[in-house]
């Protein structure tokens, strides 16, 4: 019987890897993970790349660079959505802070 997976997208793998849904993380662990983020330099890359976007002058390039920091993206958030739910199973609620913090 052929295994039927949800995606095939890098996301939707590192989702089924990583299982978000499944509190497993340590207090430590996760409070270490929320505490990951894009720096300065690669937050202001972001939006200048957003900004040519929206003018349609991105160059193939740049169009690779942006689709690079939305599957990091991803892969943060699917990191972030585990240790938030590890800690809040565990009575702490943790940092509030979003993909790109």
């Known amino acids: 019987m052929p295994v039927v997976h949800a995606g095939t997208s890098e996301a939707a793998i590192l989702g089924r890897v990583l299982q978000p849904e ?4 340590d ?3 996760a409070r270490a ?8 330099a690669d937050k202001d890359r972001m939006v ?7 003018m349609g002058t991105l ?4 169009s690779t660079e942006i689709d690079n920091y ?7 958030s ?7 739910l590890s800690l ?9 802070t979003g993909a790109l913090g």
Not at 48 to 54: N, P, T, V, Y
């Open 59 to 62: 160059t193939a390039d740049e």
């Open 48 to 54: 200048e790349l957003l900004a040519r976007a929206k």
């Open 22 to 25: 499944q509190a497993t993380l």
């Open 88 to 96: 809040k199973l565990n009575g702490d609620q943790g940092e509030k």
């Open 70 to 76: 939305e599957r990091v993206g991803h892969m943060l």
């Open 33 to 40: 993970i929320l505490a990951f983020g894009f720096s300065p």
């Open 78 to 84: 699917l990191l972030k959505s585990k240790a938030r």
């Open 27 to 29: 207090a430590g662990a």
